[in-house]
């Protein structure tokens, strides 16, 4: 028996788009789960659209979520050359015909079809034509003698049996009027030089996967299995596309997403093993099957992933934690001072708290990462006269502190609440306000247990406080 070998084959022409994640994700997981290979193809061949960046970026978005392809990427535009053999072998074989139809011809085909209301199909018109009927000076596209008669069946390993009639696929085109192969083409003669045995994707590839299969018959190759996935739909039913906000990878990177979050999220869009939600990286490799993928459309659902995040957020190592906080720091805001390291790194434990993003771990932490206090205008508004009376008498009492601790701080802020004849909040807002500019945020005492004594002086001490 072949060992199993998987790939994962993006067009590099634009940002990689999450449905094409989670399908390089069952790919992987399906080759990984039986000891096999998982390979990434590059499929190059628009020259127009593709683009290195596009290429690397696909490439670092994998790494990043963790998906690691066997040897190095297939191009397959440096494969063309094998592509045109094959046609060429078809043709010599009667698998495949020269097609001299001019676009004006075919375009008059398709306004027919259009007004009869069905869909349009090549009317085979030199199919059985003698190559001396030839026009002179056109040059021809090569078509694929597709079957006419009766039914084919796919047995899909998602889907189940899957019947279509023959005579509803087109001779299609596998050799453009330049000399370029076409994408059935092309996939059909990689997939059998890199000894694919499972063909996983989406199920708007189902028409593709029939002639691809009648390639692979033609040329008397051991044909790989198929399964369909069902496509990832919006929260509101429609085809997720790449205008979408939050299709691509990136939107996720950006508001600080957690790569084994969206992972674990994508790995139970549209698959399902018992009641369990929650899989570690060895427990996705263990348990995935293709039998436990849906047969119906999965809706992107941008709250549970953030609820993921969360879970995530809240359960790591917080060495980790601050790992993949720093990283972001550094890729998407501003990096991290050293010498703020260390009071971040001690305040992620109330940093985290509620945090749905790395992002909003970030934004907990301004006031500490910011070397001024950076003051919301309609708060500092609550800085009346009373409230610099608690800020100047805490400030009194803070500067015979040696080291500031909950314990030290609960009698102080009592006292004051006591002595003000007021509440908490009375005494924490002005405080939390002086010390980070808003009146949201951390705790009191956490914010003056994270900043430390000198800094917490330095500004209650602000001439504008006083």
Known sequence: MKKVATRFAPSPTGPLHIGGVRTALFNWLFSKNHNGKFYLRVEDTDKERSKDEYKNQIIKSLEWIGINYDGDEYIQSKKINDHIKIANELLKNGYAYKCYCSNEEIEEQKKRAKQKKTPYIYNRKWRDKKESDAPKNVKPVIRFKSKIDGTSILKDLVQGNIEIDNNTIEDFIILRNDGTPTYNLSASVDDHLMNMTHIIRGDDHKINTFKQIQIYEAMKWELPSFAHIPLIHTIEGKKLSKRDKASTLEDYFKIGIMPDALRNYLLRLGWSYKDKEIFTLDESIKLFNLEGIGKSPSKLDISRILSMNEYYIKNIDEDDLFDHLVEYCRLHKSEIKSEKKDKIKKSLTFLKNKAKTLEDIYNNGQYILLDKVNFNQDDFKLID?????????????????????????EPIVNGLIKSHNTNFKGVGQPLRIALTGSKFGPGI?????????????KRLGNNILI
């Open 385 to 409: 006269d009373r409230a610099k009376k608690v800020i100047s008498d805490f400030n009194k009492q803070f500067n015979k502190v040696d080291l500031p601790t909950r314990e030290i701080l």
């Open 445 to 457: 005492y956490d914010i003056i247990i994270s900043l430390g004594k000198e800094e917490v002086i």
